[in-house]
């Protein structure tokens, strides 16, 4: 089986303080550390247990700049055996539907069994892994947290509300969405990044994908970023349990809760 898996390059909140910038209509991106989005980690996880049972390849890849290089090197080494970069000025100010657009030229050039997305990544549209679906014309699955190859097939399982699980039966080629808790993302050492470091990882412009710049230039622009007003603070109810519940259903009262 053939598993292409989409990755991106985002901010690493854990390393950076998040700031507005002066327009107000994105982050200060100055100077901030950058990982790889987190959902894709487990998406590329997956995609390396899947292999491992029914075998076949991972080829990994990922729309940015020069720097999103070291994403693909990162899970090459985590195990995918290729790395594929989408590179070109074109692609810098494009939107989630010109994103897909360019991964689904990439996906033409290759003969894939099943493509994986992270269930969301920085911007928190989770768009891309539907979009690529609906252009290619084949079954797509969003927050998948459990899969099973069956021939031709695969078992899929979703998160749905309320902590419920809902199963399908998919045929492939498809495109999958994944969310985190699937697996448990493998660690990668400094052994495995020493030994991709100086593999080639070829890169595709506009013209190498036959894709027209205008065809994947943004049609949605963000428009403003605010921080949200802060409320009130909590209110603690002291006392013993049949006070704090006394208290408690009064306050739901006079608030309009209870009647």
Request: hydrophobic share 40%.
């Amino acid at each position: 089986m053939e598993i292409l898996v989409c990755v991106k390059r985002v901010p690493d909140t854990s390393e950076n303080e998040i700031e507005l910038n002066g327009a107000g209509n994105d982050i200060d991106r100055d100077d901030l550390v950058y990982s790889v989005n987190e959902w894709d980690n487990y998406a590329v996880e997956e995609a390396l247990q899947i292999v491992d049972k029914v075998g076949g390849g991972v080829t990994v890849i990922s729309v940015g700049d020069d720097e999103s290089e070291e994403v693909l090197r990162r899970e090459m080494a985590m195990g995918a055996d290729k790395g594929i970069l989408l590179s070109d000025d074109a692609f810098e100010e494009t939107d989630g539907r010109g994103i897909a657009a360019v991964l689904k030229a990439a996906v033409d050039k290759g003969n894939y069994d099943l493509i994986l997305t992270g269930a969301q990544a920085d911007d928190g549209a989770a768009q891309v892994g539907g979009m690529l679906a609906a252009m290619m014309d084949v079954p797509f699955a969003s927050l998948v947290n459990t899969i099973e190859v069956d021939g031709d097939k695969l078992k899929i399982g979703r998160e749905i509300e309320g902590g419920n699980q809902e199963m399908h039966e998919i045929s492939m080629p498809c495109v999958l969405s994944i969310q985190t808790g699937i697996n448990e993302p493998r660690y990668v050492g400094i052994r495995g990044i020493r030994k991709v470091a100086s593999v080639e990882i070829p890169t595709m412009g506009a013209a190498d994908l036959g894709v027209d710049a205008a065809a994947v230039a943004a049609r949605v622009k963000r428009a403003d970023y605010f921080l949200p007003d802060l409320g009130e603070g909590a209110e603690i109810l002291e006392g013993d349990t049949d006070e704090i519940i006394e208290k408690l259903i009064e306050l739901l009262k006079a608030k309009g809760g209870l009647k």
